[in-house]
C-alpha cells in the first residue's frame, strides 16, 4: 500500500516536495515511480528511482528541475520539485513495480494521488 502526500499550492518559480510512504518490508525490491494526471490528459510518468536508489530515469519535460530520491529505512519515496510551472499543475500519483516502466499500465501498486497547483 502507497500513501502519497505533500501536495498543495505553489507558485510560479516555488518548490514542492512529495512523500509516498510505502507499507510491507520488501520495499527496497520494487522500482518506485511518479506519475501525473492533469485535468483531461492521460497520467503520464515523471520519475522512477530503482530500488537500491543508483539509478534514476525522468521525463524531458522535469529535467534539471524535478529529483526523486528513496529512504529503503523509511520506506518512502520522495520527489522534490523546483521550479516549479503552471503547466506541472496535476494530480501526482507515486506507483511501484518489480520492474522499471514509462508506462502506468507497467505498475502494479498505485497511491491515492495528490494534488498540485502551481498558479499565480
Known amino acids: 500500500q502507497l500513501q502519497a502526500s505533500g501536495g498543495g499550492l505553489v507558485q510560479p518559480g516555488g518548490s514542492l516536495r512529495l512523500s509516498c510512504a510505502a507499507s510491507?518490508?520488501?520495499?527496497?525490491?520494487?522500482?518506485a515511480a511518479w506519475f501525473r494526471q492533469a485535468p483531461g490528459k492521460e497520467r503520464e510518468f515523471v520519475q522512477a528511482i530503482s530500488g537500491s536508489g543508483d539509478r534514476t530515469y525522468y521525463a524531458d519535460s522535469v529535467k534539471g528541475r524535478f529529483t526523486i530520491s528513496r529512504d529503503n529505512a523509511k520506506n518512502t519515496v520522495y520527489l522534490q520539485m523546483n521550479s516549479l510551472k503552471p503547466e506541472d499543475t496535476a494530480v501526482y500519483y507515486c506507483?511501484?513495480?518489480?520492474?522499471?516502466?514509462?508506462?502506468?499500465?507497467?505498475?502494479?501498486?498505485w497511491g491515492q494521488g495528490t494534488l498540485v497547483t502551481v498558479s499565480s
Open positions: 506507483a511501484a513495480s518489480t520492474m522499471l516502466g514509462y508506462v502506468a499500465s507497467r505498475y502494479n501498486y
Open positions: 510491507g518490508r520488501t520495499f527496497s525490491r520494487y522500482v
